[in-house]
């Protein structure tokens, strides 16, 4: 499977939940419309949070992250040419511009990991209705990516698998810029990594945010983030997901996210 996201900000002047409506009812539906290549077409809309290690909350960068998931990479490029068409270039762009503020439009390649969590994960069951949120995060400015990468997966994740052990599940969406479909530009995103950890109930998720504002934990941890992340870019939000139906994938193909 290759994936893709998209990562967008509304207009200045309207409100999230006009975003969410013109997103919804006119923009998803074009997508569907002239995308006939992806096999997901999953939009995260993102609502500010407290920030767990010290309760900040902040507005982020963008408003929605959409995934777009494909069979293989042929798939995904032919979807992109299918973007470029001069029909679908039009109508998608100018409906980008009734919603969107278009300077902070991304797109970027995905390299997704995940971790086995103890009694959780994706596994056999569905876990569509699980208590989703997004953790967005910048690397500090003197790391590579694939520095940024390496501590995130050897060293950070380990400590999230142990200490919000009731999570169901934990994967990494690691971002790399790509050419934004409409008109090729190539724009690093204000985050490099957006990280999703989900509860099977509001119980596991309060306990979780519990055990990260016990001190010496949130010692172990905000000493760990300090090696590899850009602190004032650190956002947590929770998460409004709503997907299209496809009419070229078969039904139950796949169970929650």
Known sequence: MFKAMVLLKRKPGLTLQQFIDHYENNHAPLGVKYQKKMVRYIRHYLHPSPYPLDGTVVEAEYDVLTELWFEDKQAYDEGMALMMAPEANAVLSEDEVRFLDLTKSRLAYIEEHESEIPGGGPGPRDNTHDLRSIVLLKRRPDLAIEQFIDHYENSHAHLGVKYAEVMAR????????????????VVEPEY?????VSFASKADQQRATANMMVPEINAIIEADEATFIHKPTRRFMGVETHESLLPWVEPGRFKGW
């Open 192 to 196: 490099d990594v957006a990280t999703e």
């Open 170 to 185: 934990y994967r990494r969406l690691f971002l790399r810029p790509a050419p934004y479909p409409l008109d090729g530009t």
